[in-house]
């Protein structure tokens, strides 16, 4: 497919995402603007497998997990891709999920630190994600850090976690699994 420019006057959309080279860059959409994310590194990339696998692990039939890139549609102007998502099975197709995940896990480097914590946060509260989860993976184990914030019905997100190094989160959402912050940096 032949890239087309997309002209600097209007908002993107998710069509426009098909243009876009594929270099290694992480292309999402926040309300029709363009985030550009770096490929991640080491520390990063570990600290989010290590959370798949311990997700995977306790996942009930019903859910899956994947991990980046894997596209989820909330609007025709917003497409992210968290580094770690659980959505139930008969929600996916193979090119997406079109709606909320269950969960949604951002895993914070340098260069997206206040867009995770942010706008990605604010933009899947607002289309009622019922979890989301940041993982800040500080080189140190006992350093490394969980937050995890959950809707309760149509209030805005309550942290229900913020656990470092040793200290164990127990997650109820969207299904029993406990995490410990540490053990995803090892």
Known sequence: ????????????????????????????????????????????????????????????????????????????????QPDVLVARRDQLTDKELPGPPALAVEVLSPSTRMVDLNKKRARFERAGTPSYWVVDPIARPAEARLMAWELDGHAPYRLVADVAGPEVFHATRPYPVSVNPADLVR
Do not use: K, N, W
């Open 1 to 80: 497919m032949a890239a087309e420019p997309v002209a600097a006057d209007r908002r993107f959309t998710r069509a426009d995402l098909e243009y876009l080279p594929d270099d290694g860059r992480r292309y999402e959409l926040i309300d029709g603007e363009l985030i550009v994310s770096a490929a991640p590194g080491r520390v990063h990339q570990r600290a989010a497998f290590a959370l798949a696998r311990i997700l995977h692990a306790a996942c009930p039939d019903e859910f899956e997990v994947l991990i980046a890139p894997f596209a989820i549609g909330l609007a025709e102007d917003t497409e992210l």
